[in-house]
């Protein structure tokens, strides 16, 4: 859902075509616009709650050493790169498309081999150059939060070794605590922070916290601890993005149950739907830039055109989602994701 929400984000703030849906239904249209960004959020909390059944999947069983740490990150990367260079590729291809064939002063610029072998690196942001395609920071950003949690995951593991076992879980548990509790009293506040890990650590840190809290045993003290942490950091600076990831946490604690009120009938579709968000995320920005360029230029500019643009955008961006998915994750061997003892 949270993916669906980020496409339409885009497609109404980018490219002539949005303007359809801004004559046509303007209250939707505002929304989205204004708010339909908060949705990394559920893609930040998620991935930490993904990371840690991998990484850390309880505070007293840190499977990170030092050692292996940049065998880890690396892998993560490679993971990632795939889907990545495809949409690059896309992307570039789209926008020479979209120069040609219309203006519009959101459409990248040609890219320098020192602009492509950046992305490529998810450098992009950090070393100030502009960026190719919509969704290519986040990729850069959780490439960045897997690093710094496996890295405290690392940490976690010295801390406790040679411990009891009453001490292992709340010595284990410090490195996260005190990351979470820096970012989202301070790191989260710092606007220019946004391309730092850091910045983002308290959502993915809830992510992690909603993992460990599972066990049916813990679940009420988990919930006592993301509500607690949500509430303080609401206290010191209301932001709607970490109300939404404490949410997001409170519900992945909690789906084993509230997972049986949504499998009737929308179990499949939201499968499918979770199955290819990466690749439509990725892709969707630039099979944007092409639908409008060929919109522009070739049919009538009426909003009835326009709309079905939008919505043929979106229909081109599942399919297109789902075929890159078949292809490049499907049938990907997933023995480098897999949990280590």
């Known amino acids: 859902m949270a993916s ?25 249209t505002a929304f989205l616009q204004q708010h339909g960004r908060l949705a990394v959020q559920v893609f930040l909390v998620t991935g930490g709650f993904l990371a840690a059944r991998s990484l850390w999947p309880s505070p007293g069983a840190p499977r990170v050493t030092w050692r292996d740490w940049p065998a880890r990150v690396l892998a993560r990367y490679l993971r990632l790169l ?7 590729a896309v992307a570039v291809a789209a926008a020479a498309l979209a120069r040609a064939w219309m203006t519009d002063p959101d459409t990248p610029a040609a890219p320098t081999l020192t602009q492509l072998l950046a992305h490529i690196l998810l450098l992009q942001d950090i070393v100030g150059l502009p960026a190719l395609s ?7 950003i959780d490439w960045q939060l897997f690093a710094l949690l496996a890295a405290l995951t690392a940490l976690a593991r010295v801390l406790i070794q040679g411990r009891s076992t009453t001490t292992r879980v709340a010595i284990g548990a410090l490195p996260l605590a005190v990351g979470v509790a820096l970012s989202l009293a301070w790191f989260n506040r710092q606007p ?7 910045y983002f650590l308290g ?14 045993r813990q679940r009420m003290g988990a ?17 709607e993005r970490i109300a939404l ?10 789906q084993p149950w509230a997972g049986a009120l949504t ?17 439509v995320f990725l892709l969707h920005y630039p099979l944007s830039l092409a639908v409008n360029a060929l919109v522009m230029r070739l049919t009538p500019a009426t909003p009835g055109w326009r709309l079905g643009g939008l919505a043929a955008t979106w229909l081109l961006s599942l399919a297109c989602g789902w075929l890159a998915w078949r292809w490049l994750e499907e049938a990907r061997p997933r023995s480098n994701l897999a949990p280590r003892p």
């Open 134 to 140: 919509a969704g290519v920071w986040y990729v850069a």
């Open 245 to 254: 990831a404490g949410v997001t946490a409170l519900i992945l604690l909690w």
């Open 203 to 216: 959502a993915y840190g809830l992510g992690v916290l909603a993992a460990w809290g599972q066990q049916s």
């Open 4 to 28: 669906q929400v980020i496409v339409w984000h885009h497609l109404l703030i980018y490219g002539p075509l949005a303007s359809s849906m801004q004559s046509l239904w303007p209250t939707v």
């Open 223 to 239: 919930t006592a601890l993301l509500t607690a942490l949500t509430a303080l950091a609401l206290w010191l600076d209301w932001r």
């Open 192 to 198: 220019a922070g946004d391309i730092w890990a850091p």
């Open 82 to 88: 795939p889907m990545l260079l495809l949409a690059l």
């Open 263 to 279: 499998r009737w009938r929308l179990h499949a579709l939201m499968s499918w739907l979770a199955a290819i968000s990466y690749a």
